[in-house]
DNA sequence: CTGAAAGCGCTTACAG
DNA sequence: CTGAAAGCGCTTACAG
C-alpha cells in the first residue's frame, strides 16, 4: 500500500492484467493461497498491483467463495458493558480468522419485533456464513425461516432449543448453588432475588435456578421482577425491597448491571454498609465489577470461551445437536460477608 | 419469510424468474425501487421468491451498486465505555440508514501498527462506500494510501487534518474554559490534569487546552500523564497525587474513566471525601457518570450529533475540507463544590 | 412494461 | 504453469 496514484474508481484485476502482461486467471490466482503461478508471473503481477493499487474485491469474491463471506452478529444495547464486552472478544477473534463481520444493532427500530425481522432479513440478503443472535429472543418462526433459507444460526442464551440451530448457552445451575451457599454461609437468612421484566430466557433460567436452590436450603425467598436489564432497574427494585421492615440481608441478581443499581441504592439512599448490612451477588465479571467502587463478588461469564467456540462452529459444516454449556467462574470480591 | 423448504443452497433470481415464469430482468426489477414492472408480473414473482424463501444477493449487487456497499467502523477496546457508547449510536444511525456495517477491531492484533494496517487492507477489499477511524492514530502515509485507492475516510477527534478526509472533532477550548472556572469557582488552588500515555491526538489537544486556561488563571497545576486510556490509570495517578503534601484540590480528567479511577482511589484508599476534599472532573458523559456510585462532573461527548454527521457524509459525493466542530455540553453533577 | 444481451469483478474446471 | 471460456448472481442500457 504506497503510492500517491489517485483514482475515481479502484483498480479492477482485469487491468492488472493488461499492465502485466499476462492473463486475467493469473491475477486471480496470484492472491489465491496455493494456486500455481510461476514465480515471475506472480513477481509480475505484484508489481503491477501494486502500482494500481489493487486490492481483490472480496464482495465479488464472496459471490462464489463461501470463506470471504460475512458473519453477521445480531444485539441490542450494545454499550451496555455485557454486550460491549461479548461484541469486543467476538470481533477480536472474528478478525483474527480473518473473517468480516457485520453488526446489525436492532435497538433502533420501531418496534422490537421490526428489528429482529429487519436484521434476519439483512442477514440473509448479505450471504452471512453464520448469524450470531448476542441477545433478545428472535421468534421461533423467524429463526425457522431463516434456516429454511439455508442460513446457519447461532444463539447464544437462549433456553428452549430450537431445531437445526447451535445453542451456546451458560451452565449456571452449578453458580447458582454456589451463590446460595455462600449467602448461607454469610449468615444470610432473608434473601431477595432481582432480576429483569426483559423475558430473556437466559436470565429467566438462571433465576429459577437460584430460586431452587434458595427454597431447597430453606432460605426465605423474595422475588423481585422488573424494567429492562439496566442499572435503574437495580436502583429500582432496591428502594423496594429495602423500603420496608424485614429488608432482606442477602441479594442475587442476575446481571452485574442490576447490582451496580442496588448497591448504589442501598449505600447511598438507604445508608447501609456492604457487605456488613447486605450481601450482594452479581452475574457476568463486567469490566465494572472489579472497580473500587464495587468490589463485586460474582461469577464471570465465559467471554473468552464463547467467542472460541462460535469461531470453531462457523468454520465447521454440520452444527452439533446438544447445546454447548459453557461454565461461568466464581469472581470472590468484597460484598459478601465472608463467614457467619 | 415463511416457508418450512429446507435448501442445501439459497435460490437465485435465476430460479424465480423460472418459477414465475418471467425473464431474470423482471426478478431484478421487482426489487429495486421505482423500476417499471407491472403490477401483476410483480405479484408473481413475489409469489415465486415466497415460495423460494429468496432474497435479493446484496453482496452480488454490491459489485455493481454503490449504495449496497458496506460502511467500516475501525476501533479498538470496543468494551470501553466510550467506544461502546459511540459504537451503539453509530450502528444504529446506519442501521437506520439501512446501510451494511462491518466492524473491525484492531485491538487483537499483534502490534498497534499491524492491527491498523490491515484493517485499512480489509475495508479496501470489502470497497467500503467509507471507512470511519472511530479511535486510534493511523499512520498518515497509510491514510493517503486508502485516500489514493478512491477510499473515502471519515476520521473521529484526530488533531491534525489530513487532505482529502473528513474530519470531526469535539470542540472542547470552550469545556475546558468552563471546567477552570468551575474549578475557581469551587475554591481551586492547586489543581492537577490526568491524562494518558496513549498519545490520541484528540487527548493530547484536551490537555493542552486545560493546560492553557489553567495557567491563564493562574492556577497553580501539575501534570500527570502515563499508560493506557482505563480505570487502571486514573487509579495510578491519584495514588501518586495524593499521597505526598501539598495534595491538589482538584483535578480534571481528560476522559471519565480516568476520572472514576481517581475518585475510588481517592475515596477507598485516602479516605477523602467527594467534593469536599477534592473537586473531580471528567470528559465524554459515559453511563457510568450518572450512577449513584460517581455523580461525576463531566462534559458530555455528542455522540449523536456525531453520528448523525457521519450518516450525512457517508451518502454525499464530496466531503468538506475544513474539520466539523461538535460542542460538548456540560453536566453538572456532584464531584465539584458549588461554591468557593 | 418487457426480454435478450452485455456488463460488474471475481473463480474455476478445462485444454494445452 | 498458463490462458480462453463458462460460471457466480446481480444490474442496466437497448430494442421492441
Excluded at 3 to 15: D, F, M, N, V
Excluded at 34 to 59: D, F
Excluded at 73 to 90: C, K, N, Q, S
Excluded at 303 to 323: K, M, N, Q, V, W
Amino acid at each position: 500500500m504506497s503510492g500517491t496514484r489517485l483514482q475515481s474508481h479502484p483498480a479492477s484485476a482485469a487491468e492488472v492484467a493488461r499492465l502485466a502482461g499476462v492473463s486475467r486467471s493469473a491475477v486471480s490466482r496470484t492472491f489465491i493461497e496455493g494456486a500455481s503461478v510461476s514465480a515471475e508471473t506472480r513477481a509480475r503481477v505484484l508489481a503491477a498491483a501494486e502500482a494500481l493499487n489493487y486490492h481483490v474485491n472480496h464482495l465479488a469474491r464472496g459471490i462464489s467463495k463461501q470463506d470471504s463471506r460475512p458473519v453477521c452478529l445480531i444485539g441490542a444495547t450494545l454499550d451496555a458493558p455485557f454486550h460491549a464486552r461479548m461484541l469486543d472478544r467476538l470481533t477480536q477473534a472474528l478478525q483474527r480468522a480473518r473473517r468480516m463481520v457485520m453488526v446489525i444493532n436492532t435497538g433502533g427500530a420501531d418496534g422490537p419485533g421490526a428489528g429482529v425481522h429487519q436484521a434476519l432479513e439483512h442477514a440473509l440478503s448479505y450471504r452471512a456464513v453464520a448469524t450470531v443472535v448476542l441477545s433478545g429472543t428472535p421468534p421461533a418462526d423467524l429463526v425457522a425461516a431463516c434456516v429454511a433459507a439455508g442460513q446457519r444460526m447461532i444463539l447464544l442464551n437462549r433456553a428452549d432449543p430450537l431445531p437445526g440451530i447451535c445453542h451456546i448457552r451458560v451452565d449456571d445451575a452449578p453458580a447458582m448453588r454456589d451463590a446460595v451457599s455462600m449467602l448461607l454461609r454469610a449468615g444470610v437468612r432473608r434473601c431477595a432475588l432481582v432480576t429483569s421484566a426483559s423475558g430473556t430466557p437466559a436470565l429467566a433460567q438462571r433465576a429459577a435456578h437460584f430460586r431452587r436452590e434458595a427454597e431447597a436450603a430453606g432460605l426465605s425467598l423474595r422475588v423481585w421482577q422488573g424494567g429492562p436489564t439496566a442499572y435503574a432497574t437495580g436502583q429500582r427494585a432496591a428502594r423496594e425491597l429495602l423500603a420496608g421492615a424485614d429488608r432482606p440481608e442477602g441479594i442475587f441478581c442476575v446481571t452485574d448491571l442490576l447490582a451496580f443499581g442496588v448497591i448504589d441504592a442501598a449505600r447511598h439512599e438507604f445508608r447501609m454498609e456492604i457487605p456488613r448490612d447486605l450481601s450482594v451477588i452479581g452475574f457476568d465479571d463486567v469490566a465494572q465489577a472489579s472497580w473500587g467502587a464495587y468490589d463485586l463478588t460474582t461469577f464471570a461469564h465465559p467471554f473468552d470461551a464463547i467467542a472460541e467456540e462460535i469461531l470453531l462452529r462457523i468454520g465447521s459444516t454440520e452444527l452439533p445437536e446438544a447445546p454447548i454449556l459453557l461454565p461461568p467462574t466464581l469472581c470472590w470480591r468484597g460484598t459478601v460477608r465472608p463467614e457467619g
